[in-house]
């Protein structure tokens, strides 16, 4: 195949993934108005759906080789390392026609390039922020992150660490892996997982992203002795265990940038093992739009059961707050039905006046108590179906036959969306407008969603690459 020919097919391959992308938001567009009717906390809001190129995120200890690694992926000198923690901010590096930094407000101010919503994470956040553009070959984009420290962990009320770094670091680190497309966790021979900081991101904001996270202990020519490495490596398999409760821990990668001190090791020989381990891992990294299209399609799935799950529990609440509702006002009628039949035999046989008063005075008040009792009843209701407790029994009955399965995902998905249905819920009966519910031909076109279209998507992704 000439040159030519070999660009056209880039090409074609490139629009091929662009449809796929395309295709996934048009989808994703037709979820939000079902999520809106529903409270709008079911799935992310289309405004923040993350980046518009695909980017890998490093995390880890500080002194671990983050910048050096993205100095080594670019060839070319664009983060400062040094042994000292270095970096205190989180520095975006995207391709760019010309080299330009910009500062965190003007980063994350620019609604293209989706770091908008780290607003929410206040002022101190934005000024620990950066943009640096880079005339590269790259397609993506890299952020390196402030290394994690052996400061005690320090928790607000709500469980968020802020004191330390004056802003919610563990949160950030949530953001960003959440919306990248690879997370590059790296430790280093001296903290082999043992630094608290870096056990409390990893415990709380780590959780569900393991499929696209890379373990990397760097610096492994530091090793004199194998017995070093051996004590490091179990050392961080064990702190990882902590932290990552499967039976089959992701890939550790062991290996080590070129630096000063690489000759030193004894190890000397293994060195070029680390070479090898270095390019698979790079490897890994150039993968990162290719991750992207997965991770669109995988967001998609994802989405779309939450939505299905949370329409299925919602309906449930619903119609059995609508069924008591209607049996409160038909015992209302009824009464009324008597009282003003009562009141009307009365008139007919030209009762006394004083008594065909007290019946219909009678009558009004013994309703309105009713409807008071209802009201107070009904409240209860509310309340009573909105416990979590209740929403529990909601899911299982709505969901009996995963329930029975075992099977996982939903049960997560159930985790994740309880708090906020539960809020969602009880917004809407305070509002105290017509309840909404989702009808049977929107959950089977959310179904078709998941069983046709999805999958559909993922060939098409596989015959683009
Ligand atoms: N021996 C050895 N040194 C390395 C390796 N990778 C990085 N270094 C050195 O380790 C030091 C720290 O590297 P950085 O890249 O600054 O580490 P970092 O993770 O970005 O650190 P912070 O920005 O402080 O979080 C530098 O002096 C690097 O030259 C490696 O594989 N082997
Ligand atoms: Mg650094």
């Known amino acids: 195949m000439d ?3 070999s660009e056209a097919t880039l ?15 048009r989808l994703y567009d037709s979820l939000t108005s079902l999520n809106d009717r529903l409270g709008g906390v079911a799935i992310s809001s289309p405004t923040d759906r993350g980046t518009k190129l695909p980017y890998v995120l490093l995390v880890g200890n500080h002194s671990s080789g ?3 690694f993205i100095n080594y992926v670019l060839k070319r000198n664009i983060q ?13 590096i995207a391709p760019g026609a ?27 956040l934005i000024h620990h922020t950066q943009l640096k553009q880079r005339d590269s070959h790259l397609d993506f984009m890299l952020v390196d992150s402030p290394g994690m420290i052996d400061a005690p962990v320090n928790l607000n009320q709500k469980g968020n660490n802020v004191m330390d770094r004056g802003y919610d670091f563990p949160g950030v680190v949530r953001w960003l892996s959440q919306r990248a497309d690879i997370v590059m966790l790296f430790f280093d021979p001296d903290k082999p997982g043992t630094t ?19 373990i990397i202990l760097n610096k492994a020519d530091q090793f004199y002795k194998i017995h070093d490495f051996a004590r490091a490596y ?15 821990l992701p890939p550790i990668y062991t290996m080590s940038l070129p630096n000063d001190q690489n000759q030193t090791s004894t190890l000397a020989e293994s060195l070029r093992d680390l070479e090898h381990t270095r390019d698979e891992v790079v490897q890994q990294v150039m993968q990162a739009p290719k991750r992207r299209i997965d991770n669109v399609i995988t967001n998609l799935f994802d989405s779309t059961s939450m939505l299905i799950l949370y329409s299925k529990i919602w309906n449930d609440v619903v119609s059995r707050f609508v069924r008591e509702w209607r049996s409160c006002r038909l015992q209302e009628a009824g009464w009324s ?46 309340d009573d179906l909105t416990s979590l407790e209740a929403l529990s029994s909601s899911f299982q009955r709505t969901h009996a036959l995963q329930v029975h399965d075992g099977d996982e995902f939903t049960a997560s998905l159930y985790q994740r969306s309880r708090v906020s249905l539960q809020s969602a819920l009880k917004n809407e009966f305070a509002s105290g407008g017509k309840l909404p519910t989702v009808s049977e031909s929107e959950l089977q076109r959310l179904q078709s969603i998941l069983d046709d279209e999805i999958p559909l998507l993922r060939r098409l992704a596989n015959d683009s690459r």
């Not at 391959?13 to 395309?22: A, D, M, N, Y």
């Not at 400062?80 to 975006?92: Q, R, S």
């Not at 980063?107 to 101190?124: C, E, H, I, K, N």
Request: aromatic share 8%; proline share 4%.
């Open 337 to 382: 039905l008597v009282g003003g039949a009562g009141f009307g035999g009365l008139n007919y046989l030209a009762i006394d006046p004083m008594i065909q008063g007290g019946v219909f005075g009678g009558s009004i008040l013994s309703v309105g108590a009713l409807f008071w009792y209802h009201q107070t009843y009904l409240q209860r209701m509310q």
């Open 98 to 124: 010309e080299d330009k930094d910009s500062d965190g407000p003007t980063l994350v101010g620019d609604p293209d390039m989706g770091f908008a919503s780290l607003r929410r994470f206040g002022p101190t």
């Open 66 to 68: 983050k910048s050096s």
């Open 11 to 25: 090409g074609s391959k490139r629009s091929e993934s662009q449809e796929v992308l395309e295709q996934c938001s």
């Open 80 to 92: 400062t390392a040094g042994v000292a923690p270095t970096d205190d901010k989180f520095t975006v």
């Open 3 to 5: 040159s030519q020919d």
């Open 196 to 214: 608290g900081e870096t056990m409390d991101v990893l415990l709380r904001c780590l959780s569900g992203i393991d499929h696209k996270l890379i």
């Open 234 to 248: 179990g050392s961080l398999c064990w702190n990882l265990s902590k932290v990552i409760p499967r039976k089959d």
